[in-house]
């Protein structure tokens, strides 16, 4: 007897349930697509601990017969495909005949379904086979009931996350389907809470200031374009309205929701210089193709397609949303926010990468005067006291030897980036002194030249400031808790569905990083009070900035928070390459960087500064000889 053998149909669904159900939006997600594809104008999800212990989707589509409800639990059986050239002009939004069989091989299933002309039929199902069949009378329309997900398979029980991560999850999945689908009524229901409703009328707009709130909605703007081969159409949001990452872009290819970098990319080249760097629009954006240019049969979720003539449908969406933005003249609402905004809207040139050479500086310890760090990025400065020589050795006192980092970083535009660099920063002590130095000019607004008896130095100002800034706002935000700052008028925050249920349940969290929040109708939080380190003018950017941080990270803490956020300030607020600093500017740099517990580095890991030593300059000019050649190598 051979020793390879086929598999049972049990464990062939569970395997397959392995990559479809990941989790409970998994199952709404399929049930849903289903429901859509069924042709409903009205579909109720009601919920109980977040899909873990009650999944019901009930539709009002064409239903099925007695037969094709006894078919349907079968692994790759559908009524959407039947030929290979089928497979490259798909329609619907299901067609792999894999997901109903993956459900019920890992869940209690109650299936009711009926054509509405003949008698219906109920269905129970355990572990992928029918333990009782039913007869129910002629309601058109099916609905899924599914219990107890992932009773057999405890190691999938154990890898979901809470109760309202995985409420989040649902709830994005249903607020895309409203978005795609503004035809068709959703309501969504956990343990009896409304979450979401939608009219069904076919009003876009409507269906977007239900899922992101009335105010961001009336900041949207409608856009459209086409060509031979694609039709693009949908609402993105002023510049003034952005976010730090890219979950508000919702993308929908024929009704289907998908992730494609490259259309996320064009959305935001259409803004041009108009959006700030690291900021992304809100937008939802309907894509119309012949389905022979697709192929969304890539990955079993349906969610990463190919598209076939990418580049021209990039083309596309970037004359839309331009032609868009450009037809608005609008200043921003906000005007304390200006100087805020503006900091971050300069784009910072590509560094060359740099060295750090062994130190073998002996200078003598001598504590600076207490000198306030100038805001070098604004034309106001601060009261500062100068030394009293233009060319006087900036004084130094001991420091801490900087952490070798296996990797440098070199955009840090993402809160990813910054999240991760919040886990790895000064870890050790210094041992070594930073050296006196003679500043004496400036290269291409970006590089400080310095000198000393032991050679040359190169400053990175943009590295350097980054440096100082960070162990500001460190001292600063590790104050957080004891100095807080009540506000007048509260700030208004929306969020879309998926974010507001995530942020409900940390709302302590929040709270014990100095913010007071708390709910305030659908979608939109209130702020009462903030940390008295942030700056007037600035607080609903900088609050937006640290709640996206906490949205990004389940796991973040209140020290890891704070790292982040001192990152994140600092790098916004540091001088950007090309800017050229005045003699006063550039010499006060240098004395707050002397002060600094790790001069050496940026808070990303980049060296501040590069040193050449006399000997290294005398063997470039071949003023010494190299004691490790030969002679004939010297002459040659």
Partial sequence: MGTIKELNPLLTNQIAAGEVIERPASVVKELLENAIDAGSTRIEIDIEESGLRKIRIQDNGIGMTKEDARMSIKRHTTSKLYSPEQLFRIRTLGFRGEALASITAVSKVTLTTSTGEDSGVELTIESGEIKEEKTVPPLKGTTFLVEDLFYNTPARL???RTLQTELAHITDV??????SHPEIAFVLKNDGNLLLQTSGKGDLLQAVAGNIGPVNARKMLPFSGEDEDFKVSGYTSLPELTRSNRNYLSIF?????????AIAKAITLGYGSTLMVGRFPITIISIEMDVQLVDVNV?????????SKEQELSQVIQKAI???IQGVQRIPESIEDLSFKRKENRIEAPKPVQQTLEWQLKTPIVEPTRVETPSYSENVREEVEVLPVDDAPIQVRKVVEPVLQEKLVDSHDDHADYLKLAEKIDAQPFEKEFPELHYFGQMHGTYLFAQNEKGLYMIDQHAAQERIKYEQFKVEIGQVGRVSQPLMVPILLEFSKKDSVKLEERLSFVEEFGIEMEPF?????????????????QEKAIIEEIIDFILADEKITVAKLREATAIMMSCKGSIK???????WEARQLLVDLAKCKNPYNCPHGRPVLVHLTNKDLEHLFKRIQDPHQSKRQQFE
């Fill in 158 to 160: 154990k890898f979901v």
């Fill in 174 to 179: 249903v607020s895309k389907a409203s978005l």
């Fill in 253 to 261: 290819i024929n009704g289907r929701p998908i992730r494609n970098m």
């Fill in 299 to 307: 990955h079993p979720t349906k969610q990463e397609v190919r598209i």
């Fill in 322 to 324: 331009r032609e868009a």
């Fill in 521 to 537: 109708g659908q979608n939109t939080f209130q702020i009462q009070s903030h940390p008295a380190w942030i700056k007037k003018g």
């Fill in 577 to 583: 390459a090309n800017h050229h600093l005045s003699e």
